[in-house]
């Protein structure tokens, strides 16, 4: 049984571009939550997508934007990237009616250059 | 002030002993605790729950909550090397639907051989 998978595992950007980052959550899963997690800290909550709508946000501006596709999967979008934007982004899964303990996957990891 | 304060560490200790990591928190309004661990280069994958206050074990692993002192604990009986990793306490409020998760900043702990 396949867990959360997101893609890429690695990926360099250039500051002012754009990056999107993908999600595929555990199979039976279809919450999906993403989060930031800068080096030597903790993950921090961006937002969470249900039945494909936003449904939580975090602190975190407008340029940081999602969407959840019909299959459940999510992507995670970050417009005029900023060095301070360099982190581990992590995808969570979660089902209908769970209330903890959510599936990451092993993240991708952005390098703002 | 962070509503969860974690001790970043490093804390090394040697094979076999006992491992006391801790967590404070501000927030009231939490209801689940949890530990996760998290390897490098991978996603934090959860180790322990538990629902409000009290003492929960798997095997050498202990959770306890004090939510009077609004402080949690993990403890590690007969630590193995493949117990270092990052240890990251996060907590939730309860509710319905899924609720974000907010983390502490991990404690990095290194097992001695």
Known sequence: ?113 | QKEVEQDPGPLSVPEGAIVSLNCTYSNSAFQYFMWYRQYSRKGPELLMYTYSSGNKEDGRFTAQVDKSSKYISLFIRDSQPSDSATYLCAMQRGGRGAQKLVFGQGTRLTINP
């Open chain 1, 1 to 113: 049984d396949a867990g959360v998978t997101q893609s890429p595992t690695h990926l360099i950007k250039t500051r002012g571009q754009q990056v999107t980052l993908r999600c595929s959550p555990k199979s039976g899963h279809d919450t999906v939550s993403w989060y930031q997690q800068a080096l030597g800290q903790g993950p921090q909550f961006i937002f969470q997508y249900y039945e494909e709508e936003e449904r939580q946000r975090g602190n975190f501006p407008d340029r940081f934007s999602g969407h959840q596709f019909p299959n459940y999967s999510s992507e995670l979008n970050v417009n005029a990237l900023l060095l301070g934007d360099s982190a581990l982004y992590l995808c969570a899964s979660s089902a209908k009616g769970q209330d903890y303990g959510y599936t990451f996957g092993s993240g991708t990891r952005l390098t703002v250059v």
